[in-house]
């Protein structure tokens, strides 16, 4: 048996056999049962999993899940290089060029979606028209796209979730800060990052700024300061709060969220010491793809943050 990696602290919801549970969908007249709609693969057992993209966050959560008791790494796609044989933990997996090469001939029941927003709605919807489930791991992915890879779900009666940040630390900062946000009129994002780093700010700290916002009846407030001597040393501004990037050699991902009122303040901190972070998460949006139908928004809908 494979020891659950890195899933200390999310009690059953990991260390859990993986139940069958029997959800029926119907579409276009075709009943459908959500948890025996798989493949039949001789000599394996668990939960076949692809990915595609593997850069260095997609790597290491390859690496985390292949050390999961009921997940099977089966292929690996990225757009550089070829075709070729690598080692993934004890297995030897595919690294293919194309997505649809790798879903075709390594038939998972996951594709794990890591690359771009770009490319991550023709990839979503390539896995979707082949029975496979979709978990999109990026940021960036549109409204649109997300009702259009909704409706792909439940005419293929296939779970899927799209869950931009996989920390479960991070959501749950996401959820105290939105709850926060109700009680202070002043608040700034600070996120942190390793300095090769795309974007600036991090999808999460935009979506942090949203959720806030969203929660808050009125809105937030920033005092202008009367004199700046050096240009956008007050960082940038969302829905009335500040949010600030920082890239630098040696961090991870870390986001501070500091709220400001009369005589107090009050700090949220989440620091990811590792990519390893990111393995709870998606062991917990996989496994939810495979026992339900539909598109499920957001980690924090699986951790009951969200209803």
Known sequence: ??????????????????????????????????????????GQSGIRV?????????????????????????????????DETIRVG????TRYRDVGTMIRESRPDVLLEATLPEFAMEHSLAALASGVRPVVATSGVSDRDLEELGRACADRCLGGVVAPNLSVGAVVLMHLAAIAGRFFEHADIIEYHRDRKADAPSGTAVHTARLMQR??????????????????????????????????????????????GTGQTLTLRHDAMSNDSYVPGAVLAIRHAMETTGLTVGLGTLLGLER
């Open 1 to 42: 048996m494979k020891p659950v990696s890195g899933a200390t602290g999310l009690g059953d919801r990991l260390r859990r056999p993986r139940m069958r549970m029997r959800r029926v969908c119907v579409a276009d007249g075709v009943r459908a049962d959500a948890a025996t709609m798989r493949p039949e693969m001789s």
């Open 50 to 82: 692809a990915v595609a993209g593997f850069g260095r966050l997609a790597s290491d959560v390859t690496r985390g899940l292949a050390a999961v008791d009921g997940m099977d790494i089966v292929g690996i796609a990225r757009r550089q290089g070829d």
């Open 90 to 93: 004890e297995t030897l997996v």
């Open 215 to 260: 929660e808050r009846e009125g809105s937030f407030t920033r005092v202008p300061s009367r004199t700046v001597t050096v240009p956008d040393v007050r960082g940038g501004e969302a829905n009335g709060i500040g949010i600030h990037s920082i890239r630098l050699p040696g961090l991870v991902a870390h986001q501070e969220v500091i709220f400001g």
